[in-house]
């Protein structure tokens, strides 16, 4: 069976500092991997999301980058945090089934920029 | 991108059907509709999905309009692990592949 790992699940970090969040998933290969952010009491808005190794594409322009190392290993970075970069980062993957569009969420991590 | 409405919240009893509502006006012919929940610090979770027929699972029901501009999310029996926000969502078709969320709307399940 699948499953899709995030780490830290909680991270409090202080404005201009870097980030790295990882995302792996096990058990499929080449997935579509997407990385989603959700403010405080907001809905999700997709950030980046990948069809294959080295191939990333950005949904919103602001300080935060993506990159796929490996198949099934997506991160999510910046050089600086902003106060406006705290909220719930998400990881997702995109399985064939029950349908082709369906995404599979990971347990997320809590940000808070200081 | 086509567009769903959907009410920010509802309230319902523990052990009663709870119907959510989704409005989906600009819906073309092939895309299918899918709802997702998000239960409290979470991630989202895939629910149902469907095309023009009424569709059932373990989870839920889903029930499609014949114009297929609305449709309708059905827990048969709610209990309190159902409180969540629930998300109606199109397969946008842009090429990206990707599910644009919504607002969702907010269930609230009384004991």
């Known amino acids: 069976s699948q499953t899709i790992h995030q780490w830290p699940a909680t991270l409090v970090q202080p404005v201009g500092s870097p980030l790295s969040l990882e995302c792996t998933v096990e058990g499929t290969s080449n997935p579509n991997l997407y990385w989603y952010r959700q403010a405080a009491g907001r809905g999700l808005q997709l950030l980046f999301y990948s069809v294959g190794i080295g191939q990333i594409s950005s949904e919103v322009p602001q300080n935060l980058s993506a990159s796929r190392p490996q198949d099934r290993q997506f991160i999510l970075s910046s050089k600086k945090l902003l106060l406006s970069d705290s909220g719930f980062y998400l990881c997702?993957?995109?399985?064939?089934?029950?349908?082709?569009?369906?995404?599979?969420f990971g347990p997320g991590t809590r940000l808070t920029v200081l | 991108d086509a567009k769903t409405t959907q009410p920010n919240s509802m309230e319902s009893n523990e052990e009663e059907p709870v119907h959510l509502p989704c409005n989906h006006s600009t819906i073309s012919g092939t895309d299918y509709i899918h709802w997702y929940r998000q239960l409290p610090s979470q991630g989202p979770e895939y629910v149902i999905h469907?095309?023009?027929s009424n569709v059932n699972n373990r989870m839920a029901s889903l029930a499609i309009a014949e114009d297929r501009k609305s449709s309708t999310l059905i827990l048969h029996r709610a209990t309190l692990r159902d409180a969540a926000v629930y998300y109606c969502?199109?397969?946008?078709?842009?090429?990206?592949?990707?599910?644009?969320f919504g607002q969702g709307t907010r269930l609230t399940i009384n004991p």
């Open positions: 969502i199109l397969r946008d078709r842009t090429g990206a592949q990707k599910l644009v």
């Open positions: 469907g095309l023009t």
């Open positions: 997702a993957w995109k399985s064939r089934y029950p349908h082709p569009d369906t995404q599979y």
